[in-house]
């Protein structure tokens, strides 16, 4: 972008435009210029196309500097545009009063919004998390451990919460998909730095990269970053005992803080370890095929099963939702206190309608708590802050004594009661029907500061006083005077020329008329100085008031924190429990045997969708006979349904929730595999079948006994004897091996053999029935496998030409047999010659006659060849 000034554009305010412009020219740049922001150059036809503005010039001619501008007071919803399209925003305020400004105005870039700083409420989605990660790694690989590590840590600005996790590098990328930052900053010059890496990572996770400077990352200068911040000689006290990589990313991500805000973030109070062995691995696939959070045909939160259980009240209890869906519990005791938590609010139902009626009218509390701490904080938020605080007390009533038979529940209520003090002066300092901006006044209320409330009386009672003034000088002085008011003169005092003897010394004569005198007092002239300035007065008052209101709250930011979090958890337990009521839900008994024992259990969206018509399966594995669970039957007939309700069931469990079933036993598991669909990844040069074989790698090579995998079709990406025999050899590895609870969905009806063949192979298959030529899907699960896919009956419901069906029908025994042979599986060649015989001796020989000659090429047939054609129809018939 070119700014070099041209004679007419170089004025002083576009010499300072251009000097913050060269500072951050990675930023659009919002200068503000008295009641509007204003964009130049590239960044107003940025500003011009992306937020539909009229593009005009600063100037005119061939040198003339293209401009855009956004009125002040509509900055949040064009800020909220421009960084959902991608782009960072420096905002350049005015920081001097124009009035009194002499030359050019002072200004200066306050603050750089980007994806992962937003904490204006009109920016940020109530119900979803606004994170900001940082990546590092050195290579260093820790004692007995392969893997070099990766330090990743995560920050909401928005609330404050801040966590450092260090993680094997193989799953860095998934744990940031679960993390779902909306930015990502990185060393420049690392391997994130490539754009192999940062395009894949882009394409996963969908949200900004930002580089920066290396040494930001550096030991010794992320170390005395965090210090410097929380005002520590050492990190000991958060967990950290030694320096390790993650360390480094959250040095990185408050360093970028402090460049971008530009302002105190006493809010970000600590910072946490974040161990990954205490909740259950998943990789991005998974959470992708299972839709936890997202659909896969949408992406969108309608379907997924987040939307299915959420039942929370505030926007802190949906986020923490999330979390807790996105790392499910490995540790046996925490399961149980969740499970207990909840059980405690369904055996009150009447207190759970209750409780659940005062969170609704609880606020945002934890991220009011930072825009107090950010000096961002809006009239209207304490108000509502002093509505929440208020309802506190209720809401601690319904942690009674026997909740503090429960661990969890003993820990939340500490934590919202004796708020006493910041509720106190947030209901005496701020007048609840207050406006959204502190400039237009009226914000403190009335009673609060005695000087504030006698120019708000000048300003309002003005006419009074002069009444009052004007009778009480009267009777004063005798005479029948009158108190006025113009422009010119201001305030006076009006006698007629016939009582002008009688005019006492203190009246100072200003203005002679016709028939009378206009006089001044010095009462009437300090009341004058006051009534004029009353109005801007009060308004700079109340800005001080505001901003002493807000310093007093910062000694109780870390409380509120506490407060908001309590809350949080209370509204996800309590939404656990209310789902759990509506749906008829069951407690499943958490285990730490390997098993997975469910019985009616129901995929919890598929589910809710047909209602009724949902046919409820049992789940029976983990003993040696039934470890990896082969599923065969028709497709569209409920075999991915069934696997993935398995693990869904599993994720749920190990998250504290109730789940749709009759009864369950479920053995916790460490980790989560999914090899589900088909999605090509071509932008990434991976086909179909390659991607399944890297996911089904990664499932291989990382998988434990205490793991639960689920493959849905795998090997169906090539030849059908190359994925069979990779699906049988998968099998094995996995039985022989692995030896985890394994569902194993496919079209591969072949594989039913390995039930014979290997210890802890079982096979299921999809009920159906066959009625007159129709199939007619049961969606039941039971036991022992199928020799047959019903593809051809498939293809008939979708509307396949009858011929074609007719063909197939022909020639799949045939093609089973051969296939047979070629895998050297000789019982199942017998049946399919078999098959082919039967099918041949019931089929009608003219429909067959009648088809070959329907498909023979006559325009392209010799006259032998149509002889021989005619011979052998002959032959058939005779």
Known sequence: MSLNPDVQADTPAMRQYRTFKEQYPDYVLLFRMGDFYETFYEDAKIASRTLGLTLTSRSKGPNAVPLAGIPYHALDNYLGRLIQAGYRVALCEQIEDPKEAKGVVKRDVVRLITPGTLTDETLLEQREGNYLAAIFSVGRKPQNCDSPSVGLAWVELSSGAFWAMLAPAQTALDELVRINPAEVIYPEGS???QPKWRDHAKQVIG??????????????SSVQTLHNHFHTATLAGFGFDEWDESVSAAGAIIEYLNETQKTAMGHICELRRFERRDYMA??????????????????????????????TKTGMGARLLERWLTFPLVCYSSIIARQDAVEFFISRRKSLDALRELLGDCAQIDRITTNIAMARVRPREFVALGQSLALLPRV???????????????????AIENLDEPLALIETAIDPDCPNVVRDGGVIRNGFNEELDRLRAIDRDGQSWLAEYQQQESQRTGIPLKVGYNKVFGYYIEITHTHRDKVPPEYHRKQTLKNAERYITDELKHYEAEVLTASERAKEIEQQLYEQVRVSLLPWIEKLQRAAESLATLDVLSSLAQVALERGYIRPEITQDNVLNIVGGKHPVVAELLREQFVPNDVKMGNVKDRLLIITGPNMAGKSTYIRQAALLTLMAQTGCYIPAESAIIGIAD??????????????????????????ANILNNATQRSLVILDEVGRGTSTCDGLSLAWAICEYIALNIKCRTLFATHYHELTEL????????????????????VIFLHKIIPGGTDRSYGVHVAKLAGVPKDVINRAQAILPQMQA????????????????????????????AARIAGEIRHADLDNMTPIQAYELLRKLKDELS
């Not at 319904?398 to 529940?409: G, I, N, Q, S």
């Not at 999809?766 to 030529?773: H, L, P």
């Open 207 to 220: 949200c900004a990269f930002s580089s920066r400077a290396p040494w930001a990352f550096d030991k010794n």
């Open 755 to 774: 039930e014979d063949l290997i210890d802890g192979v079982k096979n299921l298959n999809i009920a159906v029935r066959e009625w007159k030529g129709d």
């Open 282 to 311: 998943i990789d991005g696939n998974t959470l992708r095929c299972l839709e936890v959070l997202r659909t896969l045909r949408t992406n969108s939160r309608q379907g997924s099963l987040l939307a299915c259980i959420d039942r």
């Open 191 to 193: 391997e994130y730095d």
């Open 671 to 696: 980790r989560l595999f999914t090899r589900v669909g088909a999605a090509d990844e071509l932008a990434r040069g991976l086909s179909t079948f390659m991607l399944e074989m890297v996911e089904t």
């Open 818 to 845: 051969q296939l047979a042979d070629v895998l050297d599986m000789p019982d199942l060649a017998d049946k399919a010659r078999a098959a082919a015989a039967q099918m041949n001796l019931f089929a009608d020989p």
């Open 396 to 414: 601690a009533e319904y942690l009674d004594e026997d909740a503090d038979k429960l661990e969890l529940l003993t820990r939340l209520r500490p």
